[in-house]
């Protein structure tokens, strides 16, 4: 059945307003690069499009675009680059808009471009970091941490160890399971559990408070 006079003069309104979106944003020689030499769009360059005529939408017709503007978008897509086309879609261009169900990649991409710009920013913390027990220390500086049964292992060597070189060593190669251990409020008393040698650091704190 031949498409009616109406169908074929909004289509190609919609697709010269697609052009003209894309002449005026960059990126656009990517998009039609690719579709020409391709005969379709991979998923990153069709969202390149979508981004591209998200923003020139909002440009245009503010924020939140009505559905008559951005179905006219998605029929214009199709119409520029029919292989984009969804043939088992009523119109055709459901996945870029679809007005009764308000999703689609444009739909989607509006939602995210609002919710963006209105996120209100998070305030930096202007509390000074706690010091002593309460701070977290960085095991960055340290040797390579051990996890698992490496860690374990190490634990109970230094536990039961009598060479003062090798435990420190140990020690430090497991500061962050102890520092797990102190910042978790389940677990936090497990620490003298686990490390009794801490039991007998009586004579300085300086001596165990840096492996804590």
């Not at 039609?32 to 245009?60: C, D, G, P």
């Not at 870029?96 to 990649?105: A, H, L, Q, R």
């Amino acid at each position: 059945m031949n498409r009616s006079t109406t169908e074929v003069s909004d289509s190609e309104a919609a697709k010269e307003m697609v052009e003209n979106a894309l002449l005026t944003k960059p990126g656009r020689e990517d998009v039609l690069k690719e579709y020409k030499s391709e005969n379709s769009l991979k998923h990153r360059t069709r969202r390149q499009l979508v981004n591209i005529l998200a923003s020139h939408m909002t440009e245009m017709h503010g924020r939140i675009p009505s559905r008559n503007q951005k179905e006219k978008f998605a029929l214009g897509i199709i119409t520029l680059f029919p292989s984009l086309k969804d043939p088992f879609c009523p119109k055709g261009y459901e996945h870029f808009y679809d007005g009764e169900k308000g999703t689609g990649y444009l739909a989607w991409r509006l939602k995210t471009m609002s919710s963006n710009k209105y996120q209100q920013p998070v305030k930096a913390a202007t509390e000074p970091q706690a010091q002593g027990p309460n701070r977290r220390r960085s095991a960055a500086t340290e040797p390579q941490q051990l996890d698992g049964d490496a860690c374990r292992e190490a634990i109970s060597f230094f536990v039961h160890s009598p060479d003062e070189t090798s435990v420190f060593q140990k020690m430090k190669m497991t500061l962050q399971h102890r520092q797990d251990l102190v910042h978790d409020p389940l677990r936090t008393t497990d620490v003298l559990k686990t490390f009794p040698c801490f039991f007998r650091c009586q004579r300085t704190s300086e001596l165990c408070l840096p492996f804590i």
